[in-house]
């Protein structure tokens, strides 16, 4: 694979975790403004006419944009009646520093998850009650206090590989962004 052919996929990668991103954050609204890339400032009472979307819709999703730091606004009173007009920019230069942010954020909680099945043994609830640890399970004579079925013994063999694999993404998707 070419040089070139590595920083496409990794720039389509790029741009297909920022769109989960805001999709998870803003929802669907926020991923059409967003992929809109308007190229001046617009009010929020701007995009849900030419969108067709209510104006409360796109202003929570603006505001989400807004938080993950992929927005900007500046407000302005209107002389006529008083009230403020929200103008709004979109930040596409951005969404790198952005989706690092996030991808580290990620990391870290798989970090710790790793950390906790790797030093922690569990037991589950036959039945799907609970899952806890040893010495829970002791305490409980390794019988489900909500059911009283057994408790069996989890080998998290598996999870800690899909969590270390995960890790493994992440850094090098990170390595890519660079």
Avoid: H
């Avoid at 036959?126 to 489900?144: I, L, R, S």
């Avoid at 059911?147 to 390595?175: M, N, Q, W």
């Amino acid at each position: 694979m070419s040089r070139f052919t590595i920083l496409y996929v990794n720039v389509l990668r790029a741009e297909e975790l920022i769109r989960e991103l805001i999709e998870r954050v803003a929802g669907e609204i926020g991923v059409i403004i967003y992929e809109l890339r308007p190229k001046k400032e617009f009010t929020d009472e701007q995009l849900s006419m030419e969108l067709g979307i209510e104006i409360n819709e796109v202003r929570k999703a603006l505001f989400a944009l807004y938080e993950l730091g992929l927005a900007e606004y500046r407000r302005v009173r209107d002389d006529e009646t008083g009230w403020m007009e929200y103008y709004w920019k979109i930040n596409y230069d951005k969404q790198k520093e952005i989706l690092r942010r996030e991808l580290l954020k990620t990391k870290k909680k798989l970090e710790e998850k790793l950390e906790d099945e790797t030093s922690t043994i569990y037991y589950i609830c036959v039945n799907g009650c609970m899952k806890v640890t040893y010495e829970q399970a002791m305490e409980f004579d390794f019988t489900c206090p909500k059911c009283g079925a057994p408790l069996e013994y989890i080998d998290s063999s598996v999870a800690i590989e899909k969590v270390k694999e995960e890790i493994r993404k992440i850094d090098e998707i990170l390595e890519n962004l660079k």
